[in-house]
């Protein structure tokens, strides 16, 4: 790791809490120097000098640092086994689900996991969090591309949106049970007594030593029974070693 760049990591800590270092390097310095290269600074220290003064390009360094590739149901089968299988084992045990989307990104997830309690006629709360206020902005907006919707049954579609000409947005009644809100997954406090935590296509992104304290206090955060359901590319080969055990395919539950 060059000087440059470990010095724009401390720095970065220092004025937001936000530790680079744990981010994969290979993965956050290719992200970041094409970045600085398309604003035209030739060192991490100009780009940073930058950063303070121009609020503009702090939002746009924060918004590439964070990840938000999201529709809505991805991995559309994944889905499909929380709403058949795992959501109705959970209601059993406890009547209204209280539930974390972590690093939400613009919203689909959380929404999604609105959509299922709606369909299943279930009560429950979601805390959706991201790293990115201007992220979360756009996700409590609720209007989405037609791209976001393809996993969306046309009739589900037309019963949970509205079309306008800016896009297709999301009813008040599916925004309800939703709370957005900033959260930094390697600092910040997490919630307690969850029924399900929804952490998809973030980890890959981690160290290994960030991973497992992030597993580590997820599992903290579940109550006994609660399920953490992770992305496709995410699978816990030892989940034992968190106090998880495997409920089905990247759903694991707290033992």
């Not at 599916?174 to 929804?198: C, E, M, R, S, W």
């Amino acid at each position: 790791m060059s000087a440059d760049y470990i010095a724009f990591t401390e720095a970065v800590y220092k004025k937001t809490g936000i530790d680079l270092t744990l981010y994969k390097e290979s993965q956050m310095k290719r992200r970041l120097t094409s970045l600085r290269d398309k604003r035209g600074f030739i060192s991490f220290s100009d780009y940073y000098k930058a950063l303070r003064s121009d609020e503009q390009l702090f939002k746009e360094f924060l918004e590439r640092m964070t990840i938000n590739v999201s529709e809505f149901f991805r991995n559309r089968s994944r889905w499909d086994t929380l709403e058949t299988r795992i959501l109705p084992e959970l209601v059993k045990q406890r009547g209204s689900l209280k539930m974390w989307s972590a690093a939400c990104s613009t919203g689909e997830e959380p929404y999604s996991l609105s959509i299922l309690l709606h369909l299943l006629q279930v009560k429950g709360s979601i805390l959706a969090t991201d790293l990115d206020e201007s992220i979360l902005n756009r996700a409590r907006a609720g209007l989405y591309m037609e791209k976001s919707l393809k996993e969306v049954p046309p009739a589900q579609r037309d019963q949970f949106f509205t079309k306008d000409l800016a896009g297709w947005k999301i009813s008040e009644r599916i925004k309800k049970p939703v709370t957005f809100k900033k959260h930094n997954l390697l600092q910040d406090t997490y919630p307690a007594g969850l029924d399900l935590i929804v952490c998809r296509n973030v980890m890959i992104y981690f160290t290994e030593e960030a991973k497992i304290d992030i597993y580590n206090r997820f599992s903290d955060s579940l109550r006994t029974g609660g399920i953490l359901f992770v992305g496709s590319t995410e699978q816990i080969f030892n989940p034992a070693k968190f106090g998880l055990e495997s409920a089905d395919t990247f759903f694991y539950r707290k033992s």
